[in-house]
């Protein structure tokens, strides 16, 4: 569940701009979790795959900051 609100958070962080969430609007359209031993983010097709741990605890999940970085990066 944490990986859950860390992804809203990050997204959330992008579309408090009026451009950031308009790109998000027009390039994803869902979010998947994958159980993965590192925790990594990629984009495949209009999908943002979200790789997380959850053995790992907190450590397994990337950051709502990192994800809110991955996308203002890659959108």
Known sequence: ADAVVRAAS?????AEDPTGARVIAA???GVE?????????AMHKRVLVIRYNPSADV?????????AKFLEDSL
Not at 10 to 14: A, E, P, S
Not at 33 to 41: K, N
Not at 60 to 67: K, Y
């Open 10 to 14: 990050g997204m959330g962080l992008v």
């Open 27 to 29: 390039r994803i359209r």
């Open 33 to 41: 979790f994958e159980r993965s031993a590192d925790p990594t983010l």
């Open 59 to 67: 450590a397994g999940r990337p950051s709502s900051a990192l994800i």
